[in-house]
T-cell receptor, first 111, second 114 residues
C-alpha cells in the first residue's frame, strides 16, 4: 500500500524567508505528482503538476521537483508571504486512476 | 471557465440516515473522483467514475456508493450513516483521469453526523 509522508508536519517562518517542504512515497513507482494547498475548511487548490516526463515545475515563487528513483518530491517557496499560510499537500498518481495524498505540512508565515 | 461545483456545502444528518452529495465537474472533464478527508485519516480515495462507469474503488464499506450521469455529473451516496462518516467530502474532476492531466478539486461538502 502506497504511503506518503510529508516533513515537517508544521512549519512557522517569518515573512520573506525561503522554505522547503518535503514529500516521500513508500512506492517510488509514481507516474506524476501534484502539489496542492488547502485553506482551513476549504477544498484543494492545485499549485503544480509534475508530469511523468518532467522532473520539476515552476510557477511564480513556487518550484517543485520530483526524484522518481527515490520517491521524493520537494516544494520550494521563495520569499514567503503571510498569504502563503495554509496546509500544503502532495499527491502522487500511480497505475490506478487515483491520488495518494501525503499527511500535509501546515505552514504559518509570520508578518 | 466554471470550476468543480459541489452541493450542498454543509449537511447535518442523524445516525442511520442516508445522504446524497452532488458534484458537477469542469465542462469537458469526463472523470470524477471522490475523496473523504478526516483529521485522523487525512485524504482517502473513495471511487472514480469515467463515462458512467466506476473504474476504481477505494477501501470503503459498501454503504458508500456512487454513480455518474451521461453529462458527467456525479453523485455519491452514504447509507446508514455512522458518526465516523463525519468528514469533508471532496470531488475532483479530470479530463480523463489518466496520467498527466492532473485533478481539479471542488470546495467540498462538510457532512456532520449527529
Amino acid at each position: 500500500k502506497q504511503e506518503v509522508t510529508q516533513i515537517p508536519a508544521a512549519l512557522s517562518v517569518p515573512e520573506g524567508e525561503n522554505l522547503v517542504l518535503n514529500c516521500s512515497f513508500t512506492d517510488s513507482a509514481i507516474y506524476n505528482l501534484q502539489w496542492f494547498r488547502q485553506d482551513p475548511g476549504k477544498g484543494l487548490t492545485s499549485l503544480l503538476l509534475i508530469q511523468s516526463s518532467q522532473r520539476e515545475q515552476t510557477s511564480g515563487r513556487l518550484n517543485a521537483s520530483l526524484d522518481k528513483s527515490s520517491g521524493r518530491s520537494t516544494l520550494y517557496i521563495a520569499a514567503s508571504q503571510p498569504g502563503d499560510s495554509a496546509t500544503y499537500l502532495c499527491a502522487g498518481q500511480t497505475g490506478a486512476n487515483n491520488l495518494f495524498f501525503g499527511t500535509g505540512t501546515r505552514l504559518t508565515v509570520i508578518p | 471557465k466554471a470550476g468543480v461545483t459541489q452541493t450542498p456545502r454543509y449537511l447535518i444528518k442523524t445516525r442511520g440516515q442516508q445522504v446524497t452529495l452532488s458534484c458537477s465537474p469542469i465542462s469537458g472533464h469526463r472523470s470524477v473522483s471522490w475523496y473523504q478527508q478526516t483529521p485522523g485519516q487525512g485524504l482517502q480515495f473513495l471511487f472514480e467514475y469515467f463515462s458512467e462507469t466506476q473504474r476504481n474503488k477505494g477501501n470503503f464499506p459498501g454503504r458508500f456508493s456512487g454513480r455518474q450521469f451521461s453529462n458527467s455529473r456525479s453523485e455519491m451516496n452514504v447509507s446508514t450513516l455512522e458518526l465516523g462518516d463525519s468528514a469533508l467530502y471532496l470531488c475532483a474532476s479530470s479530463t480523463t483521469g489518466r496520467h498527466d492531466y492532473g485533478y481539479t478539486f471542488g470546495s467540498g461538502t462538510r457532512l456532520t453526523v449527529v
